[in-house]
């Protein structure tokens, strides 16, 4: 009971701090956090991208790429998610190379499932039918909501206890 409720802690402490850093970062503060996923939305999209400090990552075609589009919640949510389900707090030493790595795993997550939003998103809005059902910002929040479920739901299902043993020597 009482490693369930530091676990807890130290997530909620950890969504509390990162969503703090995040909501007061600048868009030029977040500029190496986008970039990864701008090269494979330029090769889905076949739009270019090009960086403007008071924007973000502008194309010739009107589409923008700013904080609000840069995954930061979702990598938050990704990363306390795996934190809680793997992290052990059994030695220092273990915890912290596991914090590591489940750090750079959800910011890689993150890119993929952004990356994903986004061009899944630029793909909706090209199609005219859409806007006949649909506002495509309300299309893009939507879609964004769904695909980030979707993801964390099948992470949780590979991650479940029937499919991962963790070995203890």
């Known amino acids: 009971m ?8 130290f997530v909620l402490g950890l969504i ?15 500029k190496w956090f986008m970039y990864p996923m701008i090269p ?10 090009t960086w403007i400090p008071e924007v973000g990552f502008s194309s010739p075609a009107g589409i923008i790429i700013e904080k609000s589009c840069a995954g ?10 795996l934190c809680f389900k793997l992290c052990q707090f059994e030695n220092i030493k273990k915890t912290i190379l596991r914090f590591l ?20 998103a630029i793909k909706l809005a090209s199609q005219e039918w859409t806007h006949q059902f649909v506002d495509p910002k309300t299309a893009h929040l939507v879609l ?5 479920i979707f993801i964390l739901l099948v992470i949780n299902h590979f991650i479940s206890q029937k499919h991962v043993t963790i ?3």
Do not use: D, H, P, W
Request: aromatic share 16%.
């Open 72 to 81: 930061g919640n979702f990598f938050i949510i990704c990363l306390a998610f």
């Open 167 to 169: 070995q203890t020597t």
């Open 144 to 148: 964004g909501s769904i695909l980030y």
């Open 101 to 120: 790595f489940l750090t750079i795993g959800s910011y890689f997550i993150m890119i993929i499932a952004n990356t994903a939003r986004i061009i899944s």
């Open 16 to 30: 509390l701090s990162l969503k703090a850093i995040y909501s007061v970062a600048s868009l030029a503060m977040l």
């Open 40 to 49: 494979l939305v330029e090769l889905f999209t076949k739009n270019t991208f």
């Open 2 to 9: 009482k490693k369930l409720a530091f676990k807890t802690g």
